[in-house]
């Protein structure tokens, strides 16, 4: 049987994979919002999501770029130049006058919202107290389901194996992330413009420079890395999904928790109204 080339292998993972985008970008979660306090669950939630894909982009540059010394030339030119990109973007954006992660945007967001920060700011001093990410996630009292997600996103990360990192990352967040958000946007469009701004900003600046520029150049890098090796493209599928089905996972619990706060609000309405 001659072997299939990367585009062809890269096809062949697409296709198997769009029945779970599918899932994902008609998820009912875009159609949960009515109040702020339905905002403040997800973004509560997703918070974690944002913060744990920086681990993901930063083990990917750690392996396609030489972030040691003495420097070295790397055997993936074309995936190095994307993740010096993509750091450069995700790690230091423009905002405004300032530079920011897109993570630290999104925590402005929350503030803005009036979303809850306790729990990520709790996480990130103990991380920065030098406690292990799991204990300091278990600590921080962090949603379960976003527990649950980040736990599975380590799980890729401490297999140690950089065909299904760049899976996870290109599958589960880069080339997912602008039909995901342009559900939300088209459905929370008006609210967001009037009310929050930064995370209008933030959801569009995803919606374009992962579709227009991050999203094709993490294609690149799949074909790059995976080659023509059939082993390697069976174990990016298998991370790809686990990615995936983590991500719907995740929108299923917060979905959940969003409709027993809605049940809760109309039962305390009642019982005022008796």
């Known amino acids: 049987m001659p072997t299939m080339q990367p585009s062809e292998q890269l096809s062949q993972l697409t296709a198997h994979l769009k029945p779970l985008y599918n899932t994902l ?11 702020m306090k339905d905002l403040h669950i997800f973004m509560e939630s997703h918070v974690f999501a944002v913060w744990d894909f920086m681990s993901l982009l930063k083990v990917l540059q750690n392996k396609l770029t030489c972030t040691t010394i003495p420097w070295k030339p790397n055997q993936y030119p074309k995936s190095a130049r994307f993740l010096n990109e993509i750091v450069l973007g995700e790690e230091s954006d423009k905002y ?3 530079v920011l992660s897109h993570f630290e945007i999104y925590l402005l967001a929350m503030r803005e919202s009036g979303a809850s920060v306790t729990a990520i700011d709790t996480l990130l001093n103990l991380l920065n107290d030098n406690v292990a990410w799991n ?20 799980s890729i990360i401490n297999a140690d194996k950089l065909h299904a ?13 602008p039909e995901m958000f342009r559900e939300f946007i088209d459905k929370q469009d008006e609210r967001l413009k009037e009310k929050l701004k930064t995370l209008h900003w933030y959801f569009e600046r995803h919606i374009h420079i992962d579709a227009d520029e991050h999203g094709p150049m993490a294609l690149e890098m799949m074909k790059e890395i995976c080659g023509s090796d059939s082993t390697k493209w069976a174990e990016a599928r298998d991370a790809a999904e686990t990615a995936i089905l983590a991500r719907i996972e995740l929108w299923d619990n917060i979905v959940n928790s969003i409709q027993c706060a809605q049940v809760s609000e109309v039962a305390e309405f009642a019982v005022s109204s008796d």
């Open 135 to 154: 204990k300091a996630l278990l600590l921080c009292n962090a949603p379960k389901s976003a527990q649950t997600f980040v736990e599975k996103t380590f």
């Open 25 to 35: 970008t008609t998820h009912p979660l875009y159609k949960m919002f009515h109040t």
């Open 165 to 177: 990192i760049a899976a996870a990352f290109t599958f589960g967040r880069e080339d997912i992330i």
């Open 96 to 98: 405004g006058n300032a």
